[in-house]
């Protein structure tokens, strides 16, 4: 890892700076409660709590709160090994999200693609080579039963 990436990963495993960070650019995923529990060049893991903020009426976590904690598992994986890089931009191009269980207690996200992604992006050399990835991300419950996969394709592009 670079010095930007040891930045990043110090402010997403930061609790304050963490909060600070998704009230101005992720707004939902403060009102959430959504914390990075886990970030390196191999991994990422977040924990999304089960409560009001995150309940639908049929007492399981929203949808949309476990889209948001998944896609942000894979994200912050894609910032960590951008930091310190070329400028690239990224951009979710494919979202699909398979549900398999009530989600009704506290929820942890892990996306375990890092090695894969660094070399994807090595392999971006000139300014507009473009590549994509699918990402899964995996939630489950505290007893360690699956609750929900998520596959996000992220584009990638450097300028």
């Known amino acids: 890892m670079n010095s930007q990436s040891r930045i990043y990963q110090k402010r997403m495993l930061n609790p304050f700076w963490f909060k600070i960070g998704m009230l101005f650019k992720l707004p939902s995923v403060f009102f959430w409660g959504i914390r990075v529990t886990k970030l390196d060049d191999r991994?990422?893991?977040?924990?999304?709590?089960?409560?009001?903020?995150?309940?639908?009426?049929?007492?399981?976590?929203?949808?949309?709160?476990?889209?948001?904690?998944?896609?942000?598992?894979?994200?912050?994986?894609?910032?960590?090994?951008l930091a310190g890089r070329k400028p690239h931009s990224m951009l979710v191009v494919d979202f699909k999200m398979k549900y398999l269980?009530?989600?009704?207690?506290?929820?942890?996200?892990?996306?375990?693609?890092?090695?894969?992604?660094?070399?994807l992006l090595d392999q971006l050399k000139d300014p507009g080579d473009t590549a994509t990835m699918t990402m899964i991300s995996t939630g489950r419950n505290i007893l360690e039963e699956t609750v929900c996969l998520a596959e996000i394709t992220w584009s990638f592009k450097k300028k």
């Open 43 to 81: 991994n990422c893991e977040l924990t999304i709590p089960f409560c009001w903020r995150t309940q639908n009426p049929f007492s399981s976590v929203y949808f949309a709160a476990l889209a948001g904690a998944a896609e942000l598992s894979t994200g912050a994986l894609c910032q960590l090994h």
């Open 101 to 119: 269980k009530k989600a009704n207690s506290k929820i942890t996200f892990v996306c375990n693609q890092g090695d894969e992604l660094s070399n």
